[in-house]
């Protein structure tokens, strides 16, 4: 069975820093590319960042460039997402999900909040 | 950026009757090299990630009732719910994995009527 597990989010303050992790099991995590989306409250679904199989391309919204940096392990069968300068704005719930050309399963979420 | 709109915001259907969701893109997400529509659907209902309904505009994931069906090629396309259940009281999105930026729509809430 195909599982993605997040851990990671929390309570920071602006200009904070923040590691969300997407630990995947069930499959050959080495093979899909990943994305990370978010959603912050009772808004719709924004792409934040996605890395290739063996993490030599990445991309980047323009919201979270230069601040975000996307990650993979594949020994450890995990994707990362480091967040820094963090703000307001980044409020939201944040998604892992894998690519089989379409986003066939998704991390159950976890709730970033930057606030002071 | 391909942009993605949706219509309706908000629906509200009766049971037992079909509900249809269009979706736009600002330009095509067809690739003439393989004739393939990269237009997904998901469904998300409160405090759940999105779930995945159809994918290649037309294709039935796995354990999706058949009641939903999506259409459409290029730069429209709709999704089905040919009588809606009390269960499928969600959100739903259209998404392009068409180019990088992957976008969504803004979301289209279906009630009940």
């Known amino acids: 069975e195909v599982q993605l597990v997040q851990s990671g989010g929390g309570l920071v303050q602006p200009g904070g820093s923040l590691r969300l992790s997407c630990a995947a099991s069930g499959y050959t995590f080495s093979s899909h590319w990943m994305h990370w989306v978010r959603q912050a409250p009772g808004k719709g679904l924004m792409w934040v960042s996605y890395i290739n199989t063996d993490g030599s391309a990445t991309a980047y919204a323009d919201s979270v460039k230069g601040r975000f940096t996307i990650s993979r392990d594949n020994a450890k069968n995990t994707l990362y997402l480091q967040m820094n300068s963090l703000r307001a704005e980044d409020t939201a719930v944040y998604y892992c999900?894998?690519?089989?050309?379409?986003?066939?399963?998704w991390g159950q979420g976890t709730l970033v909040t930057v606030s002071s | 950026d391909i942009v993605m709109t949706q219509s309706p915001d908000s629906l509200a259907v009766s049971l037992d009757e079909r509900a249809t969701i269009s979706c736009k893109s600002s330009q095509t997400v067809l690739d003439s090299s393989n004739n393939k529509n990269y237009l997904s659907w998901f469904q998300q209902k409160p405090g759940q990630p999105p779930r995945l309904l159809i994918s290649w505009a037309s294709t039935r994931e796995s354990g999706v009732p058949d009641r939903f069906s999506g259409s459409g090629s290029g730069t429209d396309f709709t999704l089905t719910i040919s009588s809606l259940q009390a269960a499928d009281v969600a959100v739903y999105y259209c998404q392009q994995y068409y180019d990088i930026p992957r976008t969504f729509g803004q979301g289209t809430k279906l009630e009940i009527k």
């Open positions: 999900a894998r690519t089989n050309d379409a986003w066939d399963y």
